[in-house]
């Protein structure tokens, strides 16, 4: 019996507080709207704006070469070529910084391990100002985008492939270097 009125009692109270929460507690509280204006974000683009071209500029020459001519062109060590790219690059936002270089990784071929290349960036093809926002980064070949007052920048990337003269082993004989898929990567860099 001890058991049934304890077991009663116990149901009896978790009624209770069952129903005694049912209830609802009023409290105070009060919101007002204010005009804290808006946040925009900045932009970050790269673009060709024209189309590019090849130039030889092994041992001092500068001979212009056709799409054609470039499929056709056989390297040798010591060849020197060089591909110009005119590009828009869009930067704003406050505190934007990006690097600009290429990416190793678009360069296939059997050629890539004696292959050196080089990358710059001017205001125009053989001249060494750079463009404004842009400056030199911490390593050879890559570059630092910040914000103009225009908001954009044109510039002119310089790709060079070079078979250093050094080469002597026998494999980078009849091999390819692929560019078709040549990428210039612009990626913000965090804020420091």
Do not use: C, H
Not at 76 to 85: M, N, R, Y
Not at 98 to 109: I, M, Q, R, W
Not at 126 to 135: C, E, F, K, R
Not at 159 to 167: A, I, K, N, Q, Y
């Amino acid at each position: 019996m001890n058991k049934l009125v304890t077991g009663a009692v116990a149901g009896a109270a978790g009624i209770a507080l069952l129903l005694g929460g049912a209830g609802t507690f009023a409290l105070w509280n009060a919101s007002t709207e204010v005009n804290a204006s808006s946040v925009a974000s900045g932009t970050l683009s790269l673009a060709p704006s024209s189309a590019g071209s090849w130039t030889d500029v092994t041992n001092g020459r500068s001979t212009a070469l056709t799409t054609a001519q470039v499929a056709a062109y056989k390297v040798v060590p010591g060849s020197k070529l060089q591909f110009t790219q005119p590009i828009t690059i869009v930067a704003s936002g406050t505190d934007l910084r990006a690097d600009l270089t290429y990416d190793a990784t678009s360069v296939t071929g059997s050629l890539k391990p004696y292959v050196t290349n080089a990358l710059t960036v001017s205001t125009a093809a053989g001249n060494s100002t750079l463009p404004a926002g842009v400056s030199a980064g911490s390593t050879a070949g890559s570059y630092v985008v910040a914000p103009v007052a225009a908001g954009s920048t044109s510039a002119v990337v310089t790709f060079v492939v070079e078979l250093p003269s050094t080469v002597t082993d026998a494999a980078s004989q009849g091999g390819t270097l692929d560019l078709s898929k040549l990428t210039f990567t612009l990626k913000q860099r965090a804020i420091a």
